[in-house]
């Protein structure tokens, strides 16, 4: 008799786990892929590119792979002036984000404008692509494959650009240092809209892995910081010691992702530094010391660039 219970107690257990599985996993995964992309998920695949947490690609999360976006106002071929255009540059060999890949991820009608209009079934990783978001006449957002629709090639793209962020690489180091651990990119649906934003839309993250929701908040949400915050000099200052502007801030520093020299190509001495900021910190000294600019290829000019790239 107690066997008896016993198996069908654990048949209860598993057909209770198994159905609680498919009401969280399944059925969410459904509905969630029956939405269409929205333009800030076509924005944000193609800034991050494939995978942005551990990859075989990336085993040690350096920021290695992933696309450089940039900002235009003259034609890359033409020299001609522009709007302000952002284009995302994927040099040759850089993987491309799941919605270029996979035709269920974009939405039906989204897909269908990204092939017939932006032309990306012609994209190949191995030559290397330009691209950017379009809308179509009834407000269709769509990926572009600029490097055919427009002639806009890696190289001239890049160097015609005024400005260059590395957001893919940095959201990589986001996950790699633990950010979310205290940050959220998840405002709720409360009072969080006047401090934090609008929250996000179920389509705003199809083709994005990992989501990097966060799993807790000791600290104010990220989502929309660089609409908040657009300073680049405030966010150096904060990441390389986060007292020197918020005085009481928990926040681990982050001056280990500079490397060993500045973005004049001077040695950084974080011995000397330290001792200069302690000696300001306890009065001795009217004013902190300088922050040195990251290098441009530096760990910490990736993390700034994504943080400063959430709008």
């Not at 807790?216 to 000099?233: I, Q």
């Not at 009481?248 to 974080?270: C, E, Q, T, V």
Request: hydrophobic content about 35%; proline content about 6%.
């Amino acid at each position: 008799m107690a066997f008896r219970e016993y198996k069908i107690g654990c048949w209860m257990f598993g057909i209770s786990l198994s159905l609680s599985m498919f009401i969280t996993i399944i059925l969410p995964g459904i509905d969630i892929s029956s939405m269409s992309s929205t333009k800030l998920a076509l924005e944000k695949q193609l800034t991050y590119g494939w995978e942005t947490g551990f990859n075989y690609y990336d085993p040690f999360l350096q920021g290695k792979d992933k696309p450089i976006k940039v900002t235009l106002t003259k034609d890359p071929k033409t020299g001609v002036a522009i709007d302000k255009t952002e284009a995302y540059v994927f040099p040759a060999g850089t993987h491309f984000p799941n919605g270029l890949t996979h035709d269920n991820i974009l939405g039906d009608e989204v897909q269908k404008a990204s092939v017939s209009l932006g032309k990306i079934d012609q994209a190949s990783e191995d030559k290397g692509a330009v691209f950017v978001v379009s809308v179509t006449s009834n407000d269709t957002p769509y990926m572009e494959y600029a490097t055919v629709t427009r002639g806009w090639n890696v190289d001239a793209t890049l160097k015609a650009s005024d400005e260059q962020l590395m957001a893919g690489s940095g959201k990589t180091l986001f996950v790699r240092e633990g950010c979310w651990w205290c940050h959220t990119l998840l405002p709720e649906q409360t009072q969080d809209w006047q401090s934090f934003g609008r929250p996000p839309m179920v389509g705003d993250f199809n083709g994005e892995s990992p989501t990097t929701f966060g799993s807790d908040r000791k600290a104010p949400d990220l989502l929309h910081v660089g609409s908040r915050n657009s300073s680049r000099e405030w966010m150096v200052m904060h990441f390389f010691n986060p007292r020197l502007v918020q005085p009481h801030s928990i926040m681990p520093r982050y001056d280990f992702l500079w490397g060993d020299k500045d973005a004049d190509g001077k040695n950084i001495d974080l011995a000397a530094w330290d001792e200069q900021y302690f000696a300001y910190a306890k009065g001795e000294s009217v004013y902190p010391p300088g922050v040195p600019t990251p290098a441009a290829d530096s760990e910490a000019r990736m993390l700034v660039d994504f943080v400063l790239n959430l709008k």
